[in-house]
């Protein structure tokens, strides 16, 4: 059966630090891998997805980088974290050249202060 | 630019009920999924319609779907403490991502 994971579950970061949240997914192979930011009591901003390897597509200019060293490795990172980074940040998958149901991660919450 | 949104933004019964949620969407679409969501955790998939079905049932869940009217509809029939949750809708466009709505804040009042 396939998994995801995400790490780590929480982080409280400075303003100015860097960032790197990892997914992993597990008992699959090729999928698409979605990064998603969901802010307190709202609905799920999609941020980049990767359809393979070394391919980003980003969905919103901003402060993040996506990249996918790994078919079943997706890595969020920013340079230098802003107090607007703060938020719950889900990973998800889905079997590839699908539109259908996507698997989501357990989530990371990040607070920048 | 937000494809689905939610309607009621928040929704309070009594366990027993039946809950309904709304979706409203913009452009046209291949598939209508609903997405459950626990305080502080990941989604998970409750059901999926496709843009050539109009109803779906899954256990308590029904689901319809009118494409005239780019609307769907979530029951949630005999319902229980247990159900307390934001439910999302997620429109697929065939560009192998989703776009969701800001949610339902479903609470079962025991």
């Known amino acids: 059966s396939q998994t995801i994971h995400q790490w780590p579950a929480t982080l409280v970061q400075p303003v100015g630090s860097p960032l790197s949240l990892e997914c992993t997914v597990e008992?699959?192979?090729?999928?698409?891998l979605y990064w998603y930011r969901q802010a307190a009591g709202r609905g799920l901003q999609l941020l980049f997805y990767s359809v393979g390897i070394g391919q980003i597509s980003s969905e919103v200019p901003q402060n993040l980088s996506a990249s996918r060293p790994q078919d079943r490795q997706f890595i969020l990172s920013s340079k230098k974290l802003l107090l607007s980074d703060s938020g719950f940040y889900l990973c998800?998958?889905?079997?590839?050249?699908?539109?259908?149901?996507?698997?989501f991660g357990p989530g990371t919450r990040l607070t920048v202060l | 630019s937000q494809q689905g949104e939610e309607d009621p933004q928040a929704l309070s019964i009594q366990e027993g009920e039946n809950a309904t949620m709304n979706c409203s969407y913009k452009?046209?679409?291949?598939?209508l999924q609903w997405y459950r969501q626990n305080s502080g955790r990941g989604l998970v998939h409750l059901i999926l319609i496709r843009s050539n079905e109009r109803e779906k049932h899954s256990g308590r869940l029904r689901v319809t779907l009118d494409t005239s009217k780019k609307s769907s509809s979530l029951l949630i029939t005999a319902s229980r403490a247990a159900d307390t949750a934001s439910y999302f809708c997620?429109?697929?466009?065939?560009?192998?991502?989703?776009?969701f709505g800001q949610g339902t804040r479903l609470t079962i009042n025991p």
């Open positions: 997620a429109t697929g466009r065939g560009a192998q991502k989703l776009v």
């Open positions: 452009t046209s679409i291949n598939n």
């Open positions: 008992g699959t192979s090729n999928p698409n």
């Open positions: 998800a998958w889905t079997s590839s050249g699908s539109t259908d149901e996507q698997f």
